[in-house]
């Protein structure tokens, strides 16, 4: 007679027994009679198509049965067969990251960057819409708003690529909510408040600069906690390992 | 069902995920039963053996470990209750890979860590059917036990 060793997790179903005898010559027969006395183990131990469950390792006498002949394994008198869940999971895979061009939001921002200060330094406030509606076309396209300017460049070889696995989407966004202080800007502007003009136009200010010289996005971090709180609309994690609205790499 | 646990125990647990990020960190629950809730006495990390370049996302147990721990289970008097993993940079709910390879009967603690910091831990067991995951009570007590 040989004895078949259940797992703790198992022993509910086998009225608590640790070790079961059996009169079985192979493991796969050992398996059957126990399912079939433990009726509410057959379940656990076998899925569709009468398959083992993924999780079921079986050892004859410390031996993995798969080394052997598998559930053909032979079982002499006093082997013990032990049954041993290996115990597996893990997160839901992410939407892959992208390879995201950080040399064109660089010189998208560069450029953004010097408008805009050439702007209040020469007091033309009516080219802010002008800059406004080309960031949020760039939002609507999903590029960058001086991705002309940055081809030319790649062409002269002045300047080369960085590709860095990313998530697009926040860029995206903090181009966005650039566009949209911009916007608001220009209602300023517009409406007789040209403090309140600057004021916004200075935040953007700060912002691209920030982003460019410190390699730190705020509408990326706000795109990020959006997501980590659940904002439908909101779904990416930032890069495993990077701080939300750090430049990963 | 619930899960009581000393928030020592989940001190424990938080820190090992912590310090396995960013890859999947994981490890066992000893305890005893008290009908149809357990009590939770020690934890056990492990070594997470799914391929290296996978942990991020994956986490295997070895059933040589889970037979250690048994054993050293009834040494102690204890019985081996579930399963402790990280998902890192994602919610603590179980993933269809969670349920596919679920163990029945065994409580699962999945703990979020973001940017390396430990967050919310929910706890789960799978259906009698297999279908799905469902989530149990998990109760954090002050006092050692």
Same mark, same amino acid.
């Given at each position: 007679m040989s004895y078949i060793r259940v797992p703790t997790a198992l022993r509910a179903y086998t009225d608590g027994q640790?070790?079961?005898?059996?009169?079985?010559?192979?493991?796969?027969?050992?398996?059957?009679?126990?399912?079939?006395? /433990?009726?509410?183990?057959?379940?656990?131990?076998?899925?569709?198509?009468?398959?083992?469950r993924p999780y079921v390792n079986l050892f004859v006498n410390d031996q993995d049965v798969r080394a052997l002949a598998g559930v053909h394994t032979p079982l002499a008198e006093s082997d013990q067969l032990m049954i041993l869940p290996s115990v597996a999971g893990g997160r839901r895979m992410s939407t892959p990251l992208k390879a995201v061009d950080h040399s064109a939001l660089k010189t998208s921002m560069a450029v953004r960057l010097g408008?805009?200060?050439?702007?209040?330094?020469?007091?033309?406030?009516?080219?802010?819409?002008?800059?406004?509606?080309?960031?949020?076309?760039?939002?609507?396209?999903?590029?960058?708003?001086?991705?002309?300017? /940055?081809?030319?460049?790649?062409?002269?070889?002045?300047?080369?690529?960085e590709l860095i696995q990313d998530n697009p989407e926040p860029h995206r966004f903090a181009l966005g909510v650039g566009g949209t202080f911009l916007a608001g800007a220009t209602l300023a502007f517009g409406s007789g408040s040209p403090a309140l003009g600057w004021v916004l136009t200075w935040i953007v200010i700060a912002l691209v600069g920030l982003n460019l010289f410190g390699g730190f996005c705020v509408g990326c971090a706000v795109y990020y906690w959006s997501s980590r709180v659940g904002v439908p609309g909101f779904s990416k994690a930032p890069p495993p390992g990077v701080f939300p609205g750090r430049r990963p790499g | 069902m619930s899960l009581r646990i000393a928030s020592q125990l989940m001190a424990e647990i938080r820190r090992h995920a912590e310090q396995r990020y960013p890859e999947e960190g994981a490890?066992?629950?000893?305890?005893?039963?008290?009908?149809?809730?357990?009590?939770?006495?020690?934890?056990?990390?492990v070594n997470n053996r799914f391929e290296a370049k996978q942990r991020g996302r994956r986490y295997l147990i070895d059933p040589?470990?889970?037979?250690?721990?048994?054993?050293?289970?009834?040494?102690?008097?204890?019985?081996?209750l579930g399963v402790f993993h990280s998902h890192p940079d994602h919610p603590p709910t179980p993933s269809k890979f969670d349920a596919d390879w679920a163990v029945p009967w065994y409580i699962y603690l999945i703990t979020t860590v973001r940017q390396g910091i430990a967050e919310q831990t929910r706890a789960w067991r799978l259906q009698e059917d297999h279908a799905q995951m469902v989530e149990e009570q998990l109760a954090i007590e002050q006092e050692s036990r």
């Open positions: 640790i070790e079961v005898p059996t009169e079985a010559a192979t493991v796969g027969g050992a398996l059957q009679e126990l399912a079939d006395r /433990y009726p509410g183990l057959a379940p656990h131990l076998f899925g569709a198509e009468g398959k083992l408008f805009l200060l050439a702007i209040f330094i020469t007091d033309q406030s009516w080219l802010v819409p002008i800059l406004a509606a080309l960031m949020l076309i760039g939002t609507a396209r999903g590029k960058p708003e001086f991705t002309f300017g /940055y081809r030319a460049l790649r062409r002269a070889n002045w300047i080369s690529p | 490890g066992l629950i000893l305890g005893s039963l008290d009908g149809e809730d357990r009590n939770a006495h020690a934890v056990l990390p040589k470990d889970i037979l250690s721990a048994e054993e050293e289970a009834e040494r102690q008097g204890l019985t081996v």
